[in-house]
């Protein structure tokens, strides 16, 4: 079956970075777009960053243009997020996820906490 298992989140002081990571399995991780979402409490869940399926294509909401990238790794069928200049607003659970046919997959997140 299909499994998403994000790592990396935690805490960090204001402009500092962290990397997230998702390790994908139960698909053909190749031939899927993946995307980044995150959700703060009290706050509806939202997109942050979508990758394609070999990588070339790439968006992000506005609020982390310039300060997220996404990236794959489809030999390790791995996605991450290298988040750099990260603010306190980018506290969140963030969560990894794929759509396959009309089904939503979704790892169990990763809290990232950024506070001085």
């Known amino acids: 079956q299909v499994q998403l298992v994000e790592s990396g989140g935690g805490l960090v002081q204001p402009g500092g970075s962290l990397r997230l990571s998702c390790a994908a399995s139960?698909?053909?991780?190749?031939?899927?777009?993946m995307n980044w979402y995150r959700q703060a409490p009290g706050k509806e869940r939202e997109l942050v960053a979508t990758?394609?399926?070999?990588?070339?294509?790439?968006n992000y909401a506005d609020s982390v243009k310039g300060r997220f990238t996404i990236s794959r790794d489809n030999a390790k069928n791995t996605v991450y997020l290298q988040m750099n200049s990260l603010k306190p607003e980018d506290t969140a659970v963030y969560y990894c996820?794929?759509?396959?046919?009309?089904?939503?997959?979704w790892g169990q997140g990763t809290q990232v906490t950024v506070s001085s």
């Open positions: 996820n794929t759509r396959k046919m009309t089904t939503e997959y």
């Open positions: 139960g698909f053909t991780f190749v031939f899927y777009a």
């Open positions: 990758i394609s399926n070999g990588g070339r294509s790439t």
